[in-house]
């Protein structure tokens, strides 16, 4: 929805060139690495971020001879992570950009730029926005999230436009970041920070001590307010301090015992106003709103009432739907936080379990790791990990793994963090889409 | 192991005096579709297959015993300059690490040749 390329922008030549000659014909001139045409099975999976590239690459790493394609109706995907770093000036959007490219050349996936319009469970059908319709063995759904427009009154799609979430990166994270430079020195950046659940739990205070880095260096008297709708958030303790120790006072964060849950957003006047009634002018308006499973998750009818997705702990299968994987922010998977790496993991499980089911081998066990890093400054890093397996049939958290970085950390170990932080997201990049910032053909 | 490195063989050795009687015990065995699942997380900053080299090290490729002597070493010892791994490496059992350790040890970083049939 905040794309450079949505459907409408394609031509029918380009569709037919996402397409591809292969897809219209399924036997013949087939994928690179299926064997002799024989299909051990087709799997479409829907959404090409963190959890749908990675769960298409490992299906073929599984078995080159499933047939899988991948529906995204980008041909550019931009990164949540890292995209603060955009917002701080840091980073060009060409470097959080990744195509499609080694899915298709190397591994054989089948990519169609199109929107899945509808999905029907019984007959194993998924109905495209271009009028086509694919028949699926399997499926997987990494729809990532939505906003819930109007659960803060008078936040929606156009109040976007001029208080944006940025919360998918693309041309929202370029409005907000062209607002905030286009702010005068002296200015207030308000942050509206959500309540649990929602997309990178440190991610809006990671965006506020980058904002921050930015107006410490070209708008010296602005301040960063942020307004929260809960009383704790993510590496609190190492954020405070590092705010403090880089920043003195210029972050001000209001948790909700303090009155700072924002319960309506006025967009044309920049104007919040919480619970209790206090209103909060800002100079930019950023509103990270509530937020559920991205909406084909719902029209699959694999949402319940909390408007995530409950899933299977061992296989990410759909507790509601059979034979329907989904990955990433969109399911219920805590203590597993929605998280890009989270994605990247969860999806890997589902390649192994639905090349099992496929051949009727059980699914080999699960395993799952997570780091976050957070960057406080440029060369000030921290993270959160955990280690995660199913235990009596939920995911939990194995004890003694896992946990912040250190409280008491020198200046050299933030320094190492920010460094590993970068290597992280080219390796997760390059696991995922195979391109790493600045190797991706344009 | 073909190159035997002194500091790991020590550790190693430490450790055939701890969990005994090591040789008459059969090591667990994963299949590979499970060592693929394992390693699953150690992708997502060392890159497919532990290939990646950066400010995050290369693992593919790397002498078994060495890798298994450091992850061991990240799980049970205080190791200086470490930021994350002694974190991740808790969340493991001890075989479950020199099988990690194996399966990197057995990728071959001259032939990059995914994926395979």
């Known amino acids: 929805m905040n794309h450079r390329h949505n459907r409408s922008g394609l031509t029918r030549r380009q569709l037919i060139k996402g397409i591809g000659a292969a897809s219209l014909l399924p036997l013949v001139g087939s994928a690179p690495f299926a064997i002799g045409g024989q299909s051990a099975g087709r799997v479409v999976v829907v959404g090409g971020g963190f959890g749908g590239a990675t769960a298409a690459k490992y299906l073929k790493r599984a078995n080159p001879a499933i047939e899988v394609l991948l529906i995204e109706p980008n041909e550019t995907f931009y990164t949540c992570p890292f995209s603060n770093l955009h917002l701080g000036g840091l980073r060009e959007m060409d470097a959080i950009a990744h195509g499609y490219d080694e899915l298709k050349d190397r591994y054989g996936v089948r990519v169609i730029h199109a929107m899945v319009e509808d999905v029907d469970a019984d007959a194993h059908k998924v109905t495209l926005s271009t009028g086509r319709k694919l028949d699926y063995d399997r499926l997987v759904l990494s729809p990532g999230i939505d906003m819930r427009w109007n659960a803060l009154e008078g936040y929606d799609e156009e109040a976007a436009e001029k208080a944006p979430h940025a919360w998918k990166a693309g041309t929202q994270t370029e409005l907000l970041r062209s607002q905030l430079e286009a702010m005068d020195d002296g200015g207030t950046f308000v942050m509206v920070a959500p309540e649990n659940p929602f997309r990178c739990p440190p991610g809006p205070y990671e965006r506020a001590s980058l904002v921050a880095n930015y107006l ?3 708008k010296p008297k602005s301040k960063v307010l942020i307004l929260d709708a809960k009383d704790n958030f993510s590496k609190q303790g190492l954020f405070t301090a590092g705010w403090e120790r880089l920043y003195g006072d210029r972050i001000e964060w209001v948790g909700l015992s303090s009155d700072g849950r924002v319960t309506r957003v006025d967009a044309d006047r920049l104007e919040v106003e919480t619970e209790f009634g206090t209103v909060h002018r800002a100079d930019v308006l950023n509103v990270i709103p509530p937020q559920k499973a991205g909406w084909i998750a719902e029209r699959a009818g694999v949402t319940d009432d909390s408007g995530w997705v409950p899933v299977k702990a061992e296989t990410f299968e759909s507790r509601q739907v059979a034979d329907i994987y989904v990955v990433g922010d969109a399911t219920v998977a805590a203590p597993m936080p929605k998280s890009g790496f989270c994605a990247n993991g969860q999806a890997k499980v589902v390649a192994a379990a639905i090349a099992a089911s496929l051949e009727s081998r059980p699914a080999p066990e699960a395993y799952w790791t997570n780091t976050c890093y957070s960057l406080v400054g440029p060369e000030y890093g921290i993270s959160v990990a955990g280690v995660y397996r199913v235990q009596d049939g939920v995911i939990a958290e194995v004890e003694g793994a896992g946990g ?36 991706r053909a344009t | 192991m073909k190159r035997v490195f002194p500091i790991a063989s020590l550790t190693l050795a430490s450790l055939l005096l701890t969990i005994t009687p090591l040789a008459a015990q059969a090591e667990e065995t994963f299949s590979d579709a499970q060592l693929e699942v394992m390693a699953g997380g150690c992708a997502s900053c060392h890159g497919t297959d532990g290939r990646l080299a950066g400010s995050v090290p290369t693992i593919a490729g790397r002498p078994a015993d060495v890798l298994a002597s450091r992850l061991l070493d990240f799980k049970h010892k205080e190791v200086d300059e470490v930021t994350v791994m002694d974190r991740i490496a808790k969340g493991f059992t001890d075989a479950e690490l020199r099988a990690l350790a194996r399966h990197f040890a057995a990728i071959d970083l001259n032939n990059d040749n995914e994926p395979e049939e």
Do not use: F, K, M
């Open chain 1, 216 to 218: 410490a260096q070209h």
């Open chain 1, 404 to 439: 912040l970085s250190p409280a008491d950390a020198s200046d050299a170990t933030r320094a190492l963090e920010a460094e590993y932080a970068v290597g992280w997201y080219n390796a997760i990049c390059q696991d995922t889409w195979g391109t790493s910032p600045g190797s």
